[in-house]
C-alpha cells in the first residue's frame, strides 16, 4: 500500500529545494515543510519569504518526525548534509534526493545513512537563477521527475514518492541510475559543459573584445549564456560525480565536432546542409511533446 | 549629403527580407518597396501576406528605380541574384545585403556588378523560423546592424544606409569587414556550428534513445535545439563562406573544450569552478545592455 507523505523535511533551501517548498504550499496544503540550509543567510532568507511552516537551524531537529527527507544541495555536499541529518531522522523515514547524478549519489546516502531507505530522484526542471528567492511553485509543471529506486525499494515507499512528484506537477519515470547518468550527461551535462567552455573562450580572444561579444550576442552567442550562468559549485560537483558518462559522451562530440570541422575546410556543403537539415527535426518533437515554446526566439519579447 | 531613400527593392523575402519589407512599412510608410524572390511560392505567399506595394517576378523589373536594393539571401546565392537584377539597376543605386558574412559577400557583389555602388550590412538578428511567413516588424528594434563600408564609399551613400537601419529601429555600427567576420565567428557562426553539432551528436547515440533525449531536453539541451533549427542552406552558405574565421575561433574552442575535459578527468574541482564563476558575468552584461530578456529561462512560459 502506498504510504503518504504528511511531514516534509527540505535540506537546501536553493532554487529547487525553495521551488519545492513552494509547490508544496500550493498544491499539497495538508503537508508540513520543514526546511533547513546550512547558511545562516539562505535560512535568514527562506524565514523572510515564508517558504516552509517551519525552518529549522539543526539539521538533525530539521528532519524530526520527517516522512520524506529531500536534500537540494550540491552532490558534493550530499553525504556531509545526510550524516549531519542522522540523528534526527525517523527510522522508516524515505530519504530522497534532487541531484543531477544519480549513482554516485544513491551511493554517497547509503553510505552515510546506513539502514536507511534511500530513494533518489530527479526532477528535470530549473533556471540559471539561484537561491531561496529564484524559486517558484510552478517549476516542476509537465517537466520530467526521474526516481531511481534500488531493486530491493518497497513499492509503498516508492509509489509514495512517485505520488509526491506527481503532486507537484511533474511526470514521473523511473529508470536504473547507471541509465539516468549516461541519459543526463547528454541532454543536461553536455550542453552545460559545452556552453561554458565557449562563454569562456569568447571572453578571452585577443581578436574581438568582450565588448563587441556582449554587444552582438544576439547572433546565436547569448543563447549559450543563460546555461552558462547557472550555479558554479553545482555544476562543478555534476561534473566531478557523473565524469565517466559526461567524458563518454564528450568523446561523441568530438568526434562529429571534428567530422563538421573537415567539411567545412574542405568546402562540402552537401555534409552541411544534410546535418543542418537532420537536426530541425528534433527542435520540432521537443515542441511537440510540451518540452519547449513554440513561440519563436524561446517567446523572447521583441 | 546624406541621399534619402525613396525606393527599396528586397531580393529575397525569407525571414529577414520580409521583416524588413514590414519594417519598412510600419515605420517608413514613405518608402515604395519592391520586392522579388527567385521562388514563385514564395513570391505568391509575400503577395498573400501583402508584404511590399509590388512583387516582381522578374528580378531586373523588381529593382528598376530603386535608390537602395538589398539583398536578403543566402550568402552564396548572393553572386548570382546580383547578376539577374543587373539589367534593370539604376547607376547610381546603393546596393546592400543582409548575410553574415561580409568580405566575401562584398567581393561577389562588386565582381557581379561592376561599376555599381556596394554597402554590405549585416543585422544580427533573426530567429530559428524561415520564410516569407516568420518574419516582423520590430524584429530590429534595438539589435545591432553592422555595416561595413569599403573605404572609398561616398559618405552620403554610407549615412542614407544608416539612417535606413536605424529608421527600422536598429542600432548602427561600422567596422571593417575582416573584423565583421571575426566578430561574427565568435558571436554566430562557431554558436551555430556548435548547437548543430551537439544536436547530431544526442539524436544518434546507441546508449541513449532520441526519444529520450526529446523528453529529458529541458536540462539544458533544449537551448541548443533553437538555433540548431535555423535555415540549413542559410548556414551552410555562411560557414563556406567564413571558413577562415569558423576555423581559427573552433580551434580555441577546441583548445579550451580539452581544459576542461581534462579538469574533469583528474576530478580539479577548482579549476571547474573557476571557469563557471567567470562565465556569469558575461550573462550578467548581456542583460544589462538590453541585447537578453533578464527573465529566468528566457522568459519561457512555466
Same mark, same amino acid.
Given at each position: 500500500?502506498?504510504?503518504?507523505?504528511?511531514?516534509? $523535511?527540505?535540506?537546501?533551501?536553493?532554487?529547487?529545494?525553495?521551488?519545492?517548498?513552494?509547490?508544496?504550499?500550493?498544491?499539497?496544503?495538508?503537508? $508540513?515543510?520543514?526546511?533547513?540550509?546550512?547558511?545562516?543567510?539562505?535560512?535568514?532568507?527562506?524565514?523572510?519569504?515564508?517558504?516552509?511552516?517551519? /525552518?529549522?537551524?539543526? +539539521?538533525? @531537529? $530539521?528532519?524530526?518526525?520527517?516522512?520524506?527527507? /529531500?536534500?537540494?544541495?550540491?552532490?558534493?555536499?550530499?553525504?556531509?548534509?545526510?550524516?549531519?541529518?542522522?540523528?534526527?531522522?525517523?527510522?522508516?523515514?524515505?530519504?530522497?534526493?534532487?541531484?543531477?547524478?544519480?549513482?554516485?549519489?544513491?551511493?554517497?546516502? !547509503? @553510505?552515510?545513512? +546506513?539502514?536507511?531507505?534511500?530513494?533518489?530522484?530527479?526532477?528535470?526542471?530549473?533556471?540559471?537563477?539561484?537561491?531561496?528567492?529564484?524559486?517558484?511553485?510552478?517549476?516542476?509543471?509537465? !517537466?520530467?521527475?526521474?526516481?531511481?529506486? +534500488?531493486?530491493?525499494?518497497?513499492?509503498?515507499?516508492?509509489?509514495?514518492?512517485?505520488?509526491?512528484?506527481?503532486?507537484?506537477?511533474?511526470?514521473?519515470?523511473?529508470?536504473?541510475?547507471?541509465?539516468?547518468?549516461?541519459?543526463?550527461?547528454?541532454?543536461?551535462?553536455?550542453?552545460?559543459?559545452?556552453?561554458?567552455? /565557449?562563454?569562456?573562450?569568447?571572453? @578571452?580572444?585577443?581578436?574581438?573584445?568582450?565588448?563587441?561579444?556582449?554587444?552582438?550576442?544576439?547572433?546565436?552567442?547569448?543563447?549559450?549564456?543563460?546555461?552558462?550562468?547557472?550555479?558554479?559549485?553545482?555544476?562543478?560537483?555534476?561534473?566531478?560525480?557523473?565524469?565517466?558518462?559526461?567524458?563518454?559522451?564528450?568523446? !561523441?562530440?568530438?568526434?562529429?565536432?571534428?567530422?563538421?570541422?573537415?567539411?567545412?575546410?574542405?568546402?562540402?556543403?552537401?555534409?552541411?546542409?544534410?546535418?543542418?537539415?537532420?537536426? !530541425?527535426? /528534433?527542435?520540432?518533437?521537443?515542441?511537440?511533446?510540451?518540452?519547449?515554446?513554440?513561440? +519563436?526566439?524561446?517567446?523572447?519579447?521583441?
Amino acid at each position: 500500500m502506498a504510504r503518504t507523505i504528511e511531514r516534509l $523535511a527540505i535540506v537546501g533551501l536553493g532554487l529547487i529545494g525553495s521551488s519545492i517548498a513552494r509547490a508544496v504550499k500550493a498544491k499539497l496544503p495538508g503537508v $508540513a515543510v520543514t526546511g533547513h540550509d546550512v547558511s545562516a543567510a539562505v535560512r535568514g532568507e527562506a524565514q523572510a519569504l515564508g517558504l516552509c511552516d517551519r /525552518i529549522a537551524a539543526d +539539521p538533525a @531537529e $530539521a528532519v524530526a518526525g520527517a516522512d520524506l527527507v /529531500i536534500f537540494a544541495v550540491p552532490v558534493g555536499g550530499m553525504a556531509d548534509a545526510a550524516r549531519a541529518v542522522a540523528p534526527g531522522l525517523r527510522a522508516d523515514a524515505i530519504i530522497s534526493d534532487v541531484g543531477s547524478s544519480k549513482a554516485g549519489v544513491g551511493a554517497a546516502l !547509503r @553510505e552515510a545513512l +546506513p539502514g536507511h531507505l534511500v530513494i533518489p530522484a530527479h526532477p528535470v526542471a530549473g533556471t540559471e537563477n539561484s537561491g531561496p528567492a529564484a524559486g517558484f511553485a510552478s517549476l516542476f509543471d509537465g !517537466r520530467w521527475c526521474i526516481v531511481t529506486p +534500488p531493486a530491493d525499494a518497497p513499492a509503498g515507499a516508492v509509489a509514495a514518492l512517485e505520488a509526491f512528484w506527481s503532486a507537484l506537477g511533474a511526470r514521473v519515470e523511473t529508470m536504473d541510475a547507471a541509465h539516468h547518468d549516461m541519459v543526463l550527461a547528454v541532454t543536461s551535462h553536455l550542453p552545460h559543459l559545452i556552453a561554458y567552455t /565557449i562563454v569562456g573562450t569568447a571572453s @578571452e580572444l585577443e581578436e574581438v573584445t568582450e565588448s563587441e561579444v556582449i554587444k552582438y550576442s544576439a547572433g546565436g552567442f547569448r543563447d549559450f549564456t543563460r546555461i552558462a550562468a547557472s550555479d558554479p559549485v553545482m555544476w562543478r560537483d555534476v561534473f566531478l560525480a557523473n565524469r565517466d558518462a559526461v567524458l563518454a559522451t564528450l568523446q !561523441r562530440f568530438n568526434e562529429d565536432l571534428t567530422v563538421l570541422q573537415q567539411a567545412i575546410r574542405r568546402g562540402d556543403g552537401d555534409k552541411l546542409e544534410d546535418w543542418f537539415t537532420r537536426t !530541425r527535426a /528534433i527542435r520540432r518533437s521537443i515542441i511537440e511533446q510540451g518540452q519547449d515554446d513554440a513561440a +519563436p526566439d524561446f517567446g523572447r519579447k521583441h
